[in-house]
């Protein structure tokens, strides 16, 4: 029996390793084909990266990095049913973008950037901020906009991705990539010409500097409406931020109308611009020092008097003052002043102070808790200004920089809110006039408010300068393209 059953043993094994090796060969005939599967799907992957929606058109979501994966993660701040529907284009290369100057100089440059994007057909990555600018903010795109509401409100027309994919990101890690600034005020067509064929080349194009690339006037009714679309429906602030700023609109609201004023005195615009009037003999020399202490600000020997007469100069507190008095701004009302630090502190800002006593600022509203985590964020801190700028009864800003002109288109695209757009040139003049004593109150206040009856943010045409487009009235202070007056409005141009 012992015999019998060592053999029965044998034959079990013998069967046993008779079963197994089909088992093994089938085994590894399952293994070779997941790995041959496995390969093929990391190269369609990368040819998707490569050659986008072309060549993955209908493929399940996992073939592409902002297919419906994405979407179901942003589901949770977009809802899906309002989600446009992608753009499927021939994906021509990648562009990327380090925007340059202050926050509002860099969102019309993000407007631009998608607009060239959208007509070269190409994705493009979300913009850089300028990090090295005289502010030094360390802000990130998403530490200011919402990232994920600008990709997907603009899926329809662009396809935006946070980073490149990983097979053309190690291409720019080995050099692979072509960096330039496109030249200012270019037409679309210089993109079209010059710029994609350098992508088509290279399949990823970085431009380095971003400030008034885009030509104002004579773009394609499409093109401009598109830059109208990002900055007024894409280009949203962060939750926190427009928590933040709504919370200070609730407060000043709280105690009536109020007027934003962009006070534009501080120390570093006075420096670049070369403006001292009013200063003394120390904070000129102060200003001066500055001024050469940055290279890349090219103007050094600057004439301050002859520059505010030109109308060059933003306007002192003190101007300021009797410019409010003088269009019949009630004593009572409150004043947002919507700047950084005032060069010359309550000695500059003693006269408009005591005219409108209810001056208040977002450090006086909010408690130091609320803006702890805006300090050294100088864009974060601008974003508030802007949102409340933008909720005002009335808007005035004393210079014509970024952020005025900006707002000032923005206002008209929420339906012509008013907007006093100061003739600084003419103002000096009777300010002089009326401080020397050749007018009194009444002829000075006369003049003031009849030289800016119609300049209140009214319905008008750009002013177009194809020779010196730095001189013609900028695009996006008046987007009149995408604005629809009424016709009482436009009765009375």
């Not at 300028?130 to 530490?143: I, L, V």
């Not at 004043?335 to 309550?346: L, S, V």
């Not at 949102?387 to 002109?405: C, Q, R």
Request: hydrophobic letters at 40%; aromatic letters at 10%.
């Amino acid at each position: 029996m012992g015999l019998k059953t060592l053999g029965e043993s044998r034959v079990e094994k013998l069967k046993s390793s008779m079963v197994s090796r089909p088992r093994m060969k089938l085994w590894m005939i399952r293994a070779t084909t997941s790995v041959l599967l496995w390969t093929c799907l990391v190269q369609l992957t990368a040819l998707g990266d490569m050659w986008g929606p072309r060549v993955l058109k209908g493929w399940p979501s996992c073939f592409s990095q902002d297919s419906s994966a994405l979407d179901l993660k942003l589901s949770h701040t977009a809802p899906a049913g309002v989600l446009p529907p992608k753009r499927v284009y021939k994906n021509n290369g990648y562009l990327m973008v380090s925007c340059n100057g202050g926050l509002n100089q860099m969102r019309a440059a993000i407007c631009d950037m998608v607009a060239i994007a959208r007509y070269l057909n190409v994705t493009l990555i979300v913009p850089e901020l300028d990090k090295t600018s005289f502010w030094a903010d360390p802000s990130e795109f998403q530490d200011i906009f919402n990232v994920d509401h600008f990709i997907t409100s603009l899926r329809d027309e662009v396809r935006i991705l946070k980073e490149l994919p990983p097979r053309i990101k190690r291409r720019v890690e080995l050099g692979m990539i072509y960096t330039m600034p496109p030249i200012s005020w270019s037409d679309i067509s210089y993109y079209h010409n010059q710029i994609l064929p350098l992508i088509q080349k290279y399949k990823v194009v970085h431009l380095n500097r971003t400030d008034a690339r885009l030509a104002n006037n004579g773009q394609p009714i499409n093109i401009q409406k598109l830059r109208c679309r990002v900055n007024y429906s894409a280009l949203k602030f962060t939750s926190q931020i427009e928590e933040l700023g709504k919370r200070v609109i609730r407060l000043l609201r709280e105690n009536g109308p109020f007027l934003v004023l962009h006070l534009r005195y501080e120390m570093d615009m006075l420096a670049f611009s070369g403006c001292t009037q009013g200063c003394n003999s120390e904070e000129v020399d102060e200003l001066t020092r500055m001024r050469y202490a940055y290279p890349w600000w090219k103007e050094k020997i600057i004439n301050s008097d002859l520059k505010r007469k030109d109308g060059l100069c933003p306007l002192t507190p003190e101007e300021t003052m009797l410019t409010l008095k003088a269009l019949d701004i009630d004593h009572n009302m409150q004043i947002y002043i919507a700047a950084g630090e005032i060069y010359g502190g309550d000695r500059r800002m003693a006269s408009l102070a005591e005219a409108y006593p209810k001056l208040v600022r977002k450090e006086t509203l909010l408690e130091p808790s609320d803006l702890s985590f805006f300090q050294n964020h100088s864009s974060q801190m601008a974003a508030l200004d802007y949102l409340v700028a933008l909720e005002s009864d009335i808007f005035v800003p004393t210079y014509d920089g970024n952020m005025a002109k900006v707002v000032e288109g923005h206002r008209r695209y929420l339906g012509f809110k008013q907007t006093i757009l100061l003739d600084r040139r003419f103002l000096v003049d009777l300010i002089d006039q009326y401080n020397g004593g050749s007018l009194n109150w009444d002829e000075f206040s006369s003049a003031v408010k009849a030289t800016h009856a119609y300049r209140m943010g009214n319905p008008t045409k750009r002013l177009v300068m194809p020779d010196r487009p730095k001189e013609e009235d900028y695009f996006y202070a008046n987007p009149e393209e995408c604005l629809q007056p009424s016709d009482e409005m436009l009765s009375a141009i």
